[in-house]
C-alpha cells in the first residue's frame, strides 16, 4: 500500500498517489482496468492502466524509492520528484492519456510521444528503441516513420 513501505517517498506525495489510483479504478470502471503490482519487498510499487479499448494507449506510474516515473505506453517516460507539480503534471497527462490526445510518432532507433493536456500545452518524451541493422535510408528509399493517434477510453 502507498505509504506503508520502508521509503523516503513523503507520505502525502504516495497518499496522492493512492486517491489518483482510487479515481481511476471507479471512473474507468468497465472502460480499463487498474492494477497495482508491489515490488522489491514493498520498496516499490507499480500502478498500471489498461484500457478495454485496444486502440487506446495504457499509462502507468512506479513509485520508486525517491521518484515516480510516470509511462505512456512504452516510448513515453517522465522522472518526477515528490512535488505539487509532479502531481499535477501526472493528473494532466493520465487524463489526456483517458481522453485519447496522444500521439506516437516511431522511426528506426526512436520513438517521440507527444500528449496535450487539457490547457492546450505538450509534454513530449523521446526514447531510443532497440536497432537491428543500419537505419541509414537508401537512396529512393520510403521514409519508414509513422504516426499513430490514439483513441479515447470510452
Keep these: 500500500m502507498p505509504g506503508h513501505r520502508d521509503t523516503p517517498l513523503a507520505e502525502w506525495f504516495t497518499s496522492e498517489l493512492a486517491i489518483l489510483e482510487g479515481r481511476l479504478r471507479e471512473d474507468l470502471q468497465g472502460h480499463a482496468t487498474v492494477q497495482r503490482q508491489v515490488l522489491e519487498g514493498g520498496r516499490i510499487s507499480a500502478v498500471d492502466v489498461a484500457p478495454n479499448n485496444q486502440d487506446s494507449l495504457h499509462v502507468s506510474w ?6 515516480v516515473i ?4 512504452s516510448a513515453g517516460r517522465w522522472e518526477l520528484a515528490e512535488t505539487q507539480d509532479a502531481l499535477t503534471l501526472i493528473e494532466k497527462i493520465i487524463a489526456a492519456v483517458v481522453a485519447g490526445r496522444v500521439t506516437e510518432t516511431t522511426s528506426p532507433g526512436r520513438s517521440f510521444v507527444e500528449v496535450m493536456l487539457d490547457d492546450g500545452a505538450t509534454e513530449s518524451s523521446t526514447r531510443a528503441t532497440a536497432r537491428s541493422g543500419s537505419t541509414m535510408r537508401l537512396p529512393g528509399a520510403q521514409k519508414s516513420e509513422s504516426t499513430i493517434r490514439y483513441q479515447p477510453y470510452h
Design 62 to 67: 512506479i513509485e520508486m524509492l525517491d521518484e
Design 70 to 73: 510516470l509511462e505512456v505506453g
